[in-house]
């Protein structure tokens, strides 16, 4: 099973910018990022797929977060721009042989956006 190790993340005021990076212990076709916040469903933010590195991000979150990867490091980047108090929760990377099933999942990384 592969490895995901997570590590960014904090606490930022609103208008802020965070990055996650997620390393996994080898190369996965589907690396996404969810976000689940107290008392909400989890949400899949963003994810990169595919040797061409396809891309999806959810509806609350493009225009301000990206995602990338470091093939050589086999880590993948969130960088979250415009923080805002709905963006607050904890961070979970997660990844699979593809997009429908994702049977490896980071630690976790809580994200606090407030005054």
């Known amino acids: 099973q592969v490895q995901l190790v997570q590590s960014g993340g904090g606490s930022v005021q609103p208008g802020g910018s965070l990055r996650l990076s997620c390393t996994a212990s080898?190369?996965?076709?589907?690396v996404a990022w969810f976000r689940q916040a107290p008392g909400k469903e989890r949400e899949e933010v963003a994810r990169?797929?595919?040797?061409?590195?396809?891309?999806y991000f959810g509806d609350s979150v493009k225009g301000r977060f990206t995602i990338s990867q470091d093939n050589a490091k086999n880590t993948v980047y969130l960088q979250m721009n415009s923080l805002t108090p709905e963006d607050s929760a904890m961070y979970y990377c997660?990844?699979?042989?593809?997009?429908?099933?994702?049977?490896?999942w980071g630690q976790g990384t809580q994200v606090t956006v407030s005054l």
């Open positions: 997660a990844a699979g042989g593809d997009c429908d099933y994702f049977g490896s």
């Open positions: 990169i797929f595919g040797r061409s590195r396809g891309i």
């Open positions: 080898r190369y996965m076709f589907c």
